[in-house]
Structure formats: C-alpha cells, structure tokens
C-alpha cells in the first residue's frame, strides 16, 4: 500500500527535528507474503507472512539556512543529519537510522474562531531509516528542489 501527501500543512521530522514543509511524500508500505501450496491441490494453503518493508520518500524545497519556525531553526542539509559528508565517503558506513515522522499543523482555535496555535497529528512515522540517496535540481527561480529517498525497519500509519 501506498500514501502520497503534498501540500504546506504537512511538515517532515527527522529524529524530532522539523527539516522542511512537504512538497511531496511519497511511503511505500508493504507486508510481503509467500504462497504456501498443498500437495495434490490447486489452492494455496496459506499465504505466510515473510517481511515487512518500509521506504519513504521526501520532495521538499531546500530552504535558506536561517530559516525558522516559531523561533526553531531548520536546516535540511544532508551532512547536518549525518547523512552525507564532504571529508570522507566512508562515514556513509556510520550513518545513524532516522525516525522520520509526517507531521500535520492543525490549527487550535478560540471561541471567535481565531487560530491561537497549532497541533502536531502525526500522519505516518517511519523508524529504523537510513538515507537511500537523493537528487536535486536548481530552478530559474533560483530554488533548490530535491527528493531524497529513505529505507525502513518499521513503520505504521498508513
């Protein structure tokens, strides 16, 4: 099974820090089953469960590096998250595994109807993740696009 989210509400958590607004979350989420077939018998036994599989991936806008939100600082720079590294390649062995979380901003209202605040509903949380790769593609506009792509351990939500 599989859930696409786009739009501005929707914001990208890796390991509980805020890194962009969704402009695309694609989450494959799949529960592999293996025939098992009975002898003299054209109907399968059963179908018995062999994996569980989990891949995520994030299109997003890569934003200025003094950008905030409600005073928090984001950065969505790879290397910021141990997930690329300029020095040494090798260091790619040593990355950590991410919970990556799809978070929606709902707004909180007040007897007149006015937004005092905002709630975060998780959507989707993806654990045991590590960084797959990504591409990215700089526009006449000057902003950087870019889709970075995650594997899984576990994951549920959908």
Not at 21 to 48: C, K, M, W
Not at 134 to 147: D, F, K, V
């Amino acid at each position: 099974m599989a859930a696409v989210i786009t739009g501005a509400r929707a914001r990208i958590k890796l390991s509980g820090d805020v890194i962009a607004f969704a402009s695309g979350i694609s989450v494959t989420h799949e529960q592999r089953l293996e025939e098992i077939p009975q002898l003299d018998n054209l109907e399968i036994a059963e179908y018995a469960e062999s994996g569980h599989r989990v891949s995520v991936s994030v299109s997003f806008i890569k934003l200025a590096s003094d950008a905030k939100i409600a005073g928090q600082s984001l950065s969505n720079n790879a290397a910021d998250f141990s997930m690329d590294s300029l020095s040494d390649p090798k260091s790619i062995l040593l990355q950590p595994e991410l919970i990556i979380e799809v978070v929606d901003a709902v707004p909180v209202r007040n007897g007149n109807g006015q937004i005092t605040g905002y709630n975060e509903v998780p959507i989707y949380t993806a654990f045991g993740c590590k960084f797959e790769g990504g591409t990215g593609q700089l526009s006449a506009r000057g902003i950087w696009e870019g889709n970075w792509n995650f594997k899984g351990r576990r994951g549920f939500g959908i």
